[in-house]
Each structure stands twice: as C-alpha cells, then as structure tokens.
C-alpha cells in the first residue's frame, strides 16, 4: 500500500470501519511510514479533543436506564411474535427515547436510517468538520503550488468520478491545494482556498453520493448554516459540490468573478 491509498483509508481506519485485510494492509504501512503514522496520531488526537470539549453532556441516568428497558422490551416482543403494527409503534417508541437521549444529531441519523428524513444536514457536519481540519492543517494537502487544472488532472487520475476544478476568476482568491478524503464515507476531493485572507473549503462528490441526497432541483443551491459555517450544496457538470466558508455569499467567487451576476442564494434551510 502506498501513501496516496493510505490517506485515502485513514478516516474509515480511525473509525474502525475496514475490511480485516485492509486494516492489515494500512497496518502494515504504517507500521515503516512515519508521515502516515502522524497523520493518524494527529486525527486520533483531534477526536479525542473535540469529544472532550465540544462533545455534548451524556445523558441522564434515568434516560438510560429506560431507554435499556424499551429495548430489552422489544427483543422480548420480536420473540413473542405480536403483530406488525404494534412492533413498528414500539421502534418509534424506542427512535424517540433516543432522540431525547442524545439529542437532535442522533435523531437526524435516526431519521435517515428509518427512510422519514434527509441525509443534508449529516454532509452539512461532515464538510464542516473536514473543513476545520484541513484550516488547522491537520490534514496537510497531497497535492500544493499548482494550477487548477494540473490539481483537477491529478484528481482525475486517482478519483473514479468527474473532476472539474473552476479557473480563478478574482486575483484576491487563491488555490492552496488539494487532497483526496472523506465526507461520510464517500471519497471525494478537498480543496483549499483563501479569499483575501478568509479561508474556504470546496468538496467535489461523486454525482451517485449527491443523488442518495435526494435534493429537488428548485432552489440549484442548497444553503445550510452549521457551527457558524455557511455549507452551499449544489450539482454541475456531473458531480456534486459542496462549499464551507464563514464569509457567506463571497465564497461563491472560487466559482464566479466578482462581477457577475448570480442566482441569490436562500437563506439557510437548516441551523445545526
């Protein structure tokens, strides 16, 4: 395994999402590659602080213990054989201790697993949260100091979906680099850029991954504001986009020269 399929794998690694014989593999790398072995160390720490300080509080006792209660409840039920509709009144039941017991983030996974919600808000965090790492260079770029379209060649090289990096259209924005990560298990590319100083993150997902979104085509962009960032969802040329600045709607110069005249975005659909 080389260095390129070891960042690749290193979120899903942390998270101990591998295949045995790819945990191996990675293993194994690391094992003779101290830069990797870094970048792991560094995501582990990251974790450890941001579950420390930002993490919410656990939940009461009594929300436990019932929660533990409703679900020994319905192994005793599904052994019992009752009836359909009961059983699915009593997983709803069990879906809303949850939701008081680890608050509204669990509830929208929660949501999504049950078919009654949006996958958005879970790409909204998960694009902050890599946006975050990439300003604070913990998750240093694999590819710096080149054009767009040499950064857009490299992608396409190494991605099994459409790449296609805007041309800077303003002499304030600059291309930082790039690198090949993760937003909810989906591989994708991670670009960095600086608008007069303020810092923005632009993700590019495969068409298939912005599809499972279920978005409607009406508004094109999809504005969410999380944790202060402002996350615009949008599909072009094959592929989706994903956009995390604090700067609001000049963030949309990575793709447009000041001058032009755009689409107004929404306001913001959701606040997490």
């Known amino acids: 395994m080389d260095c390129n399929t070891a960042k690749s794998k290193l979120f899903p690694y942390v998270d101990g999402e591998l295949t045995p014989e790819l945990r191996d593999q990675l293993e194994a790398h690391l094992a003779h590659c101290s830069a990797c072995r870094r970048l792991v160390d560094f995501e582990v720490a990251f974790r450890e602080t941001y579950v420390e300080r930002l993490g919410p509080d656990p939940a009461p006792e009594r929300v436990r213990e019932h929660v533990a209660t409703l679900l020994q409840d319905l192994v005793q039920r599904q052994h019992a054989g009752h009836g359909r509709r009961r059983f699915r009144r009593f997983v709803f039941s069990v879906a809303a201790a949850l939701l008081v017991a680890v608050g509204l983030g669990a509830g929208i996974t929660l949501q999504t697993y049950l078919g009654t919600g949006t996958t958005l808000p879970e790409l909204a965090n998960a694009a902050v949260e890599q946006h975050q790492k990439l300003v604070r260079k913990l998750l240093p770029p694999d590819i710096r100091d080149v054009s767009p379209k040499a950064a857009e ?120």
Request: proline share 6%.
């Open 153 to 272: 060649e490299w992608f396409r090289q190494r991605l099994a979906f459409n790449v296609s990096l805007p041309d800077l259209r303003t002499e304030h924005l600059h291309f930082l680099g790039g690198r090949i990560s993760h937003l909810r298990e989906v591989e994708v590319a991670a670009l960095e850029y600086q608008l007069d100083g303020n810092n923005i993150s632009l993700f590019i997902i495969p068409e298939e991954a912005y599809r499972r979104l279920h978005l409607t085509d009406k508004p094109r962009f999809k504005v969410v504001s999380h944790r202060g960032y402002d996350v615009i969802i949008w599909r072009s040329q094959g592929a989706g986009y994903t956009l995390v600045s604090e700067i609001g709607d000049r963030a949309c110069q990575v793709c447009h020269a000041p001058e032009e005249k755009l689409e107004p975005l929404p306001r913001p659909s959701a606040h997490l």
